[in-house]
């Protein structure tokens, strides 16, 4: 089975030969070496690029352990670089294996070598074309895109939207969308047939993988159970409030473990960096101001979330909320949760104030959108109440009401447009109907 990751390979595509270095960033297993050395490389060569201009190192294999030397990488590569006249295009793939070295030319040992002196010195060779990947325990791809600032493209690359998992699943659309929120969209994952084989999968990715990374990479000596227990809140708590206070509430409360609210935001930032998670700020839409307390966090994939948790908790709202913000921020807009204030009269007939939540406020350069999801919406009186807030939003940007159930796209009295999840997910021009 071949995927074909149009998306990122176009991407690709478009920054070639722009004299910068391209980043494949992403979580670990999410298919960016595939991209890089089976679909890119294909392309080159199926327009006019030889094989032998195509220089490619697999950093993390035991065959290629002598360029984790900063130097022996920088002569393999410019010794390959042969013809004046042609145009290379140099491929590594987990960077972040180079070690630092001691410079060998100078006496001052603060004097280092690494992996970013090799990248910006082949970024100076005027027929090189250079594109990196990088991520685990050492330097994870957030880190390596930090290292070149402006030097550098991301092409953040996410595992695979309902949209890629549906194009390559045997079976009708509202199948593929029960397996997609129950088993996310790691590409291996369809390679797999039974539900035991697709959890074990999951699992060791999160403890040979992930947790290993973060752990190996910030020296955590005692904290590891810690880390563990705070993935299967977070993932409890998937679509609600929170914050590092109400989450050491928590251990203190549930796990009798005391355990600061400042290492249990670093421990969370971690997670973020490893993209295991993304956080959402919270937007007041009147103040125009950002909220800093509490946020929601989202797992990159579901399937991840719900093998922390044993497939036990599997409520498909906010599966499915979890699902619409990777899909949100994979489409290139930026995401927060919204908040909208109101006054009334409470019962006392006493002035009052509340607050009601919008799941989305999406913004992409001049665009706007207000989202909220929704699994169904047959009992009037609870859509009534899931559109409160966005019939006080104070302006003209699209509001959408995505919902579980399969219907029509319509719109209401007040000009909100409803349309099923399946429906958005597979067409992205559906946000604009």
């Not at 990088?134 to 030097?151: A, C, E, I, W, Y």
């Not at 921020?329 to 006392?348: A, I, Q, S, T, W």
């Not at 940007?397 to 007040?414: A, L, R, S, T």
């Amino acid at each position: 089975m071949e995927l074909e990751r149009r998306e990122y390979l176009q991407k690709l595509i478009q920054k070639k030969d722009n004299g910068r270095v391209k980043i494949i960033t992403g979580i670990r297993r999410c298919g960016k070496s595939y991209l890089l050395f089976e679909l890119y490389t294909r392309y080159l060569i199926e327009n006019g690029v030889s094989e032998e201009q195509i220089i490619g190192l697999v950093l993390d294999e035991a065959v290629n352990a002598k360029y984790r030397n900063p130097m022996e990488l920088d002569k393999f590569i410019r010794d390959q670089i042969k013809d004046r006249s042609k145009r290379y295009y140099i491929l590594i793939d987990e960077i972040q294996f180079v070690a630092e070295i001691q410079n060998p030319y100078v006496d001052d040992p603060s004097s280092k070598i690494t992996f970013v002196d090799v990248v910006l010195g082949l970024m100076k060779i005027k027929n090189a074309d250079v594109y990196v990947t990088g991520s685990n325990s050492k330097m994870l791809s957030s880190d390596v895109l930090t290292q070149f600032r402006d030097r550098g493209d991301e092409i953040r690359v996410y595992p695979l939207s309902f949209a890629e998992f549906y194009e390559a699943y045997k079976g009708d659309k509202h199948h593929a969308w029960t397996d997609y929120y129950t088993y996310g969209g790691m590409p291996f994952t369809l390679t797999l047939s039974s539900h035991e084989e697709k959890s074990q999968y999951l699992r060791d990715l999160f403890t040979r993988t992930y947790l290993k990374d973060v752990v190996e990479r910030h020296s955590i000596q005692n904290d590891t159970e810690i880390l563990e227990d705070l993935l299967n809140i977070a993932a409890s708590a998937v679509g609600s409030l929170t914050n590092p206070t109400k989450l050491s509430n928590t251990f203190e409360s549930e796990k009798h473990v005391k355990i600061s609210s400042t290492t249990i935001g670093k421990y969370l930032e971690y997670f973020v960096d490893a993209f295991l998670i993304s956080k959402a700020e919270r937007y007041d839409v009147k103040g125009k101001r950002y909220l800093k307390t509490p946020s929601k966090y989202y797992f990159t994939d579901v399937g991840l979330r719900n093998a922390r948790l044993g497939f036990r908790q599997q409520e498909e709202t906010h599966l499915m909320e979890n699902v619409l913000y990777c899909d949100l921020l994979r489409r290139g807009f930026d995401v927060d949760v919204g908040v909208v204030e109101y006054n009334f009269k409470n019962k006392d007939g006493k002035s009052a104030r509340s607050q009601l939540e919008i799941d989305f406020v999406v913004n992409r350069g001049y665009q706007r959108y207000y989202i909220q999801s929704v699994l169904s919406i047959a009992d009037p009186e609870k859509r009534k109440q899931e559109i409160q807030s966005l019939i006080r939003v104070p302006d003209s940007f699209k509001k959408i009401v995505v919902v579980g159930d399969y219907i029509n796209p319509w719109k209401d009295e007040n000009g909100i447009q409803y349309i099923g999840v399946e429906q958005f997910l597979l067409d992205e021009k559906a946000i604009d109907i």
